[in-house]
């Protein structure tokens, strides 16, 4: 089963928070943190995107069931869906469980995590937590060092920017 792009979240009643196609997924929330309910027999899956690295991602997953047992699957992938972690935590009848992974990226890569679950039955809630070298959902330009940036805005101002003064340059998520 190829992980690509999943980091699963194992809830799906999270309506309005989630996005269900991997070509459209929700940018990270800006604290790197997706809570939610896992309802019983929940077969959705959310995928949220972000850009990280480069260094160390860690991500943390922490599962309390409400009865029976219950488990995570969650996945993390480049764009061309290649597995970056994945991810599997159980918590079993009312015992929570939290389960915690690093990798180290070499260079700047906008990711796709995809959430869901494996095995179904049970319920309870959920937290997940993206730390380290992450950049929510802001997409870093790869700019050259020496040039002018030229936009030309809707209203048809332009504005000139010499890249020899700019340090990074990222295009954020719409709020």
């Given amino acids: 089963m190829k992980t690509a792009a999943l980091l699963a979240i194992l809830v799906l009643p999270l309506a309005a928070q989630t996005r269900m196609d991997r070509a459209h997924p929700l940018p990270l929330p800006s604290d790197g943190v997706i809570t939610g309910r896992i309802a019983e027999d929940d077969r959705g899956e959310a995928y949220y995107a972000f850009t990280a690295g480069p260094g160390p991602l860690v991500v943390t997953v922490d599962i309390t069931p409400s009865d029976a047992n219950i488990n995570v699957d969650l996945g993390l992938s480049d764009q061309a869906g290649h597995a970056k972690l994945a991810m599997?935590?159980?918590?079993?009848?009312?015992?929570?469980?939290?389960?915690?992974?690093?990798?180290?990226?070499?260079?700047?890569?906008?990711?796709?995590?995809r959430v869901g679950r494996n095995h179904y039955g049970g319920s309870g809630t959920f937290r997940i937590r993206v730390e380290g070298a992450v950049n929510g959902g802001a997409e870093s330009l790869d700019l050259p060092a020496r040039g002018t940036l030229r936009l030309t805005l809707k209203d048809g101002r332009t504005v000139e920017v010499d890249l020899a003064t700019v340090r990074d340059a990222k295009v954020l998520p719409p709020r």
């Fill in 88 to 113: 599997n935590p159980r918590a079993y009848n009312d015992k929570s469980v939290r389960e915690t992974k690093r990798i180290v990226l070499p260079r700047a890569e906008h990711l796709v995590m």
